[in-house]
């Protein structure tokens, strides 16, 4: 007989990533250990461990000798994220990830530092682009058209009363 059940997450193991459930409308049996499914799992992989406690829906089979972890079920205690149709990643420690499709609109809210490593070039292409705090670049910056500093413009900013030759001006003002 194949049955889907509901359980609490009692073990975990992680390689191969596999769990065992507490079935409590089976009188608080212990599942076989059941494999976890996932969305990829070969060169390109998809890895998001259910934790102990996580409310999970199995697919029993066998006669209850062995089962497949179907993933991690939404309930009233454990209940979703977000409102509507959209896609949302809430991490252990607070740090979000959503995408609304109505707005086009993706957020990120990172509860601690975000680091991007490529091998190759980085392009980002927006309208416009602000950042808020303070910046370091190590290494040459490359502006193509003009800067503005401190309301100041870099191309069109001129001083006047310049001689030729090594005379130096004051900064900016």
Same mark, same amino acid.
């Given at each position: 007989?194949? *049955? #889907?059940?509901? /359980?609490? #997450?009692?073990? @975990?193991?992680?390689?191969?990533?596999?769990? *065992?459930?507490?079935? !409590?409308?089976?009188?608080?049996?212990?599942?076989?250990?059941?494999? #976890?499914?996932?969305?990829?799992?070969?060169?390109?992989?998809?890895?998001? !461990?259910?934790?102990?406690?996580? *409310?999970?829906?199995?697919?029993?089979?066998?006669?209850?000798?062995?089962?497949?972890?179907?993933?991690?079920?939404?309930?009233?205690?454990? $209940?979703? !994220?977000?409102?509507? +149709?959209?896609?949302?990643?809430?991490?252990?420690?607070?740090?979000?990830?959503?995408?609304?499709?109505?707005?086009? %609109?993706?957020?990120?809210?990172?509860? /601690?530092?975000? $680091? %991007?490593?490529?091998?190759?070039?980085?392009? %980002?292409?927006? $309208? +416009?682009?602000?950042? $808020?705090?303070? #910046?370091?670049?190590?290494?040459?910056?490359?502006?193509?058209?003009?800067?503005?500093?401190?309301?100041?413009?870099? @191309?069109? +900013?001129?001083? /006047?009363?310049?001689?030729?030759? /090594?005379?130096?001006? *004051?900064?900016?003002?």
């Amino acid at each position: 007989m194949t *049955q #889907v059940v509901y /359980g609490l #997450v009692e073990n @975990i193991e992680y390689a191969p990533l596999r769990i *065992q459930a507490t079935l !409590p409308d089976m009188d608080g049996m212990l599942s076989p250990w059941a494999l #976890v499914l996932c969305s990829r799992s070969q060169t390109a992989k998809s890895y998001d !461990p259910p934790v102990k406690g996580e *409310q999970v829906a199995i697919l029993m089979y066998d006669d209850g000798e062995s089962a497949l972890c179907l993933g991690s079920v939404m309930s009233d205690v454990d $209940n979703s !994220p977000a409102d509507g +149709h959209q896609y949302t990643k809430v991490f252990d420690d607070g740090t979000r990830i959503d995408y609304d499709p109505n707005t086009s %609109v993706l957020s990120i809210n990172a509860v /601690g530092a975000i $680091n %991007v490593v490529c091998a190759g070039d980085v392009t %980002v292409t927006a $309208n +416009h682009a602000a950042i $808020n705090n303070d #910046v370091t670049i190590n290494g040459k910056a490359t502006i193509t058209d003009d800067a503005v500093i401190g309301g100041i413009s870099f @191309i069109n +900013h001129k001083h /006047g009363g310049v001689r030729s030759g /090594g005379s130096k001006t *004051q900064p900016p003002s």
